[in-house]
Antibody
């Protein structure tokens, strides 16, 4: 059974970089799917951050994040990471690690982690 | 970007009843639409993809229909675990977007 587990600091200071790790068990991240992140600010809707297939050379990011996000895969550890630079209070959200198909035609998310709340506050 | 609108915002029903949820897209996404169920503190679960296909393990109480801009999720014979928030998501146009959700609660 595939399991995704997010981890990282619960609080990040404004203007700093948010860093999260997603540990995947029960499936090799080298095998045929894209991996990414979705977030949900308190009381608001879900927003796709981006996804990557095997390497950053085949990646997609939501333009709304204005190049602040970087998603990487560590195949040796079976982990995915997210870095979001220059955070503000509007980046406060529950962050979910997700799996989706490699191509846009399979752009639905068939595996999710439980999410981790990150608060941006000084 | 493609905006998804879900209705109603809240649906109050009893166990055993049928829920009908609507999702409307601001432009055509053909059949590139998925539905998810989300219970507090849990990982969201994929229920439907391709507008009408169920992943392995999803019971046939869940059915999806529609194409273009109008989609429906029908949940027959509501069970206790079905009282949750349901989101639609389109992947027909970049960036992929979600609807605001429909909450199904116990009447």
């Amino acid at each position: 059974q595939v399991q995704l587990q997010e981890s990282g600091p619960g609080v990040v200071k404004p203007s700093e970089t948010l860093s999260l790790i997603c540990s995947v068990s029960g499936y090799s991240i080298t095998s045929g799917y894209s991996w990414g992140w979705i977030r949900q600010p308190p009381g608001k809707g879900l927003e796709c951050i981006g996804s990557v297939y095997r390497s950053e050379s085949e990646s997609y990011y939501n333009p709304s994040l204005k190049s602040r996000a970087t998603i990487s895969v560590d195949m040796s550890k079976n982990q995915i990471s997210l870095k979001l630079t220059s955070v503000t209070a509007s980046d406060t959200a529950v962050y979910y690690c997700v799996r989706r198909g490699r191509y846009d035609s399979s752009g639905y998310y068939d595996q999710w982690g439980r999410g981790t709340l990150v608060t941006v506050s000084s | 970007e493609t905006v998804l609108t879900q209705s109603p915002g809240t649906l109050s029903l009893s166990p055993g009843e049928t829920a009908t949820l609507s999702c409307r897209a601001s432009q055509s996404v053909t059949t590139n639409l998925a539905w998810y169920r989300h219970k507090p503190g849990q990982a969201p679960r994929l229920l439907i993809y391709g507008a009408s296909f169920r992943p392995t393990g999803i019971p046939d109480r869940f059915s999806g229909s529609g194409s273009g801009t109008d989609f429906t999720l029908t949940i027959s014979r509501l069970e206790p675990e079905d009282f949750a928030v349901y989101y639609c998501q389109q992947y027909g146009r970049s960036p992929f977007t979600f609807g605001p959700g429909t909450k199904v609660d116990i009447k």
